[in-house]
């Protein structure tokens, strides 16, 4: 969840009337109140002064006692100092806050500018398919995408062009057309950046095409790859040949390689075309059916807020954490009747995660908020898991606050709210931990946020709001990297603005999203995100919270991780995406106000799986003695040999049982 977000939530809150006892207070003298200018634009890295101006009555200008500024709602797409000046972080809108106070008016006055930051201009330009070779008479459409220097996803228009239009044609929505042997250069143009590509066209030798369909039924959510065949006259397979592809009926898809997949139920014709000639088949796919039945087994319901959950490896206990100063410690050893054993308490007002080493001998917790402003880590002995304690703390680089840690094979990756840097932590020796690195992207610190962290296999997997996922080689080789040496590998970065235009729409500009979390399986990276409205939510007049949450999980092919890219997505309808957990080819995910949501993710994946019907099961996490009466605010979910461990922010630990697939009766 959003760390920063409380302040603006504090700004907003209304102030309440004065006890009866207490005499009225004199009217203010503001009767206006400006922030110039009120709405501008910037590029990443450039700034802006902003100016604070109360007016009378009369519509004279004030003298202020005292000016305060923030950028609300805990939004990354900048920062404001003390005196107004305004830095571009990263794209998006940027809401400007400042605390106005006169003289004779001590409560102050609230007055907001927008700030829209812009991606600085295009510095390379991505062309696909990125293709070298064609027939005479071939024609393929060519996409082009504009970068600026640090990623961010630019929208110049494209212009094409071709040295050779003789041979090979260009149109100026980007379809090129071989009109001749020869070899010909296609350049793409987005504002200051090129991309050319060097094509050799041959003379075509086909002579017919064919289209084979898949050998077996079909259900929603597969991906069957369709065969291909191009011939000469001769009979002899061309192998080279690349066709495009096209799927009659809306509710399916194809992609350039010729696999296909059927987002809903039906029957679908898939045409293949190359050089004039098609190629059709025939595609029927029934409904997925995955649904199985769930049932509560146990509950641990706190007062407070809860937060992050963590199992002891040994399975038996469990660690709730709060949005507070304390840790439960939960005996887990009959699901049915799970009960708190001890408690941990630190100075703090946010515990969000919670971590042990593999072998459940030590542990971290993570500290925001701490009175003494000395957050970072404790490091705590789990040696008897029901009564966790205290041994050691880390503070000396991360007193900002750390929000997320991962704890792997002796080191601690944590992140750093006050640099959105990750640091490493040697607990090699828990009583004595000791920084050795740090990495941090190359985006001002302005823009810049870590919000979590994964390690699988020597590999970090960085969660890095405006900066998507990031991966680092922290061990396994590839790169050379070590703890010590945190080594780049790849990033995969998206435009988050455009892909939640429709929240902007429901709560005005300058909502808050980012990249939140990443679970590594097999071939993939499951990204989510974190968005939620602009506009608080409210009760009775008062801030209740952030509102609803948005959010998409990502499905990210990382086979080659050097160049990973999105070929699925599965988007919660009355929730986001908060903390993942995947076990085998189950997803289990803590949606928000959806509750628990457990997804099937089994075989090959591409297209939107929540409308391939690959939900398993639906659990909702509401509780009429909750602290929101029925609220659903699921915050994640752990699984471990057949249970499903779900802390909800409102009432507290839930324990589910999904039937196994073996269970359900023919």
Known sequence: MFHIAALALVLQQPVAPPPPSVPPAAPSPVVRVALTPATTAIQVGDTVRLRATAYDSAGAELPLSGVRWFTSGGRFEGAVDSTGLVTGGSPGTLNVTAFIRVADDPKGTIAQARVTVLPTPSARVVVSPAITHLYTGQSLSLGATAYSST??????????????????????????????????????????????????????????????????????????????VARTAAGKVVDDVLPEWAVIGGGALVNGSGEF??????????????????????????????????????????KGTAAEFWLHPDGKFGYLTTLGDRVYAIDLSDPAKPFITDSVVVDARVINDLMTTEDGKYGVLTREGAST???????????????????????????????????????????????????????????????VARWETDRTPAGRMLHDIAVRDGLAYLSYWNDGLVI???????????????????????????????????????????????????????????????????????????????????????????????????????????????????????????????????????????????????????????????????WGAIYRDGYVYVPDMDSGLWIVKVQAQSELVP
């Open 151 to 228: 990623g961010d996803r630019r929208y110049d228009a494209t212009l094409w062009s071709s040295d050779r239009p003789a041979v090979l044609a260009i149109s100026a929505d980007g379809r090129v057309t071989a009109r001749a042997a020869g070899r010909a250069t296609i350049t793409a143009t987005a504002g200051k950046a090129t991309t050319s590509l060097i094509i050799t066209i041959t003379a075509n030798p086909v002579a017919t095409i064919e289209l084979q369909g898949p050998a077996s039924a079909v259900r929603t959510g597969d991906v069957v790859p369709l065969r291909f």
């Open 373 to 435: 402003r000395k957050n970072g880590i404790v490091i705590l002995s789990f040696e008897d898991p029901g009564h966790p304690k205290p041994i050691a703390e880390f503070t000396e680089t991360v007193t900002g606050g750390v929000h997320s840690t991962y704890v792997y094979q002796g080191y601690v990756y944590l992140t750093d709210d006050a640099t959105g840097s990750m640091r490493v932590i040697d607990i090699r020796d828990p009583y004595h931990p000791q920084q």
């Open 472 to 634: 680092l080689d922290v061990g396994n080789g590839m790169k050379r990297g070590s703890p010590q040496n945190p080594t780049f590998v790849s990033q995969f970065k998206y435009d988050l603005e455009a892909l939640y235009r429709d929240v902007e729409a429901v709560g005005g500009p300058g909502f808050i999203r980012g990249t939140h979390t990443a679970w590594r399986q097999g071939r993939y990276v499951f990204v989510g995100d974190e968005v939620f409205s602009a506009t608080p939510a409210t009760s009775g007049g008062t801030v209740a919270g952030l509102g609803r949450a948005y959010g998409r999980l990502h499905v990210v092919d990382v086979s080659d991780i050097t160049q990973p890219h999105e070929v699925a997505w599965y988007e919660p309808k009355d929730g986001g995406v908060h903390n993942v957990w995947v076990a085998g080819d189950t997803l289990y995910l803590g949606d928000y106000q959806g509750g628990l949501r457990v997804i099937d993710i089994s075989g090959q994946l591409q297209g939107d799986l929540l409308l391939q019907g690959r939900e398993i099961a639906h659990v909702a996490t509401g509780d009429a003695k909750g602290s929101t009466p029925n609220g659903v605010n699921a």
């Open 261 to 302: 997949v059927a987002q809903q139920p039906g029957r679908y014709g898939v045409v293949a075309s190359f050089a004039g000639r098609t190629a059709e088949v025939d595609v029927t796919a029934g409904p997925r059916d995955v649904v199985r039945p769930v049932m509560v087994t146990g509950r641990v319901p706190i």
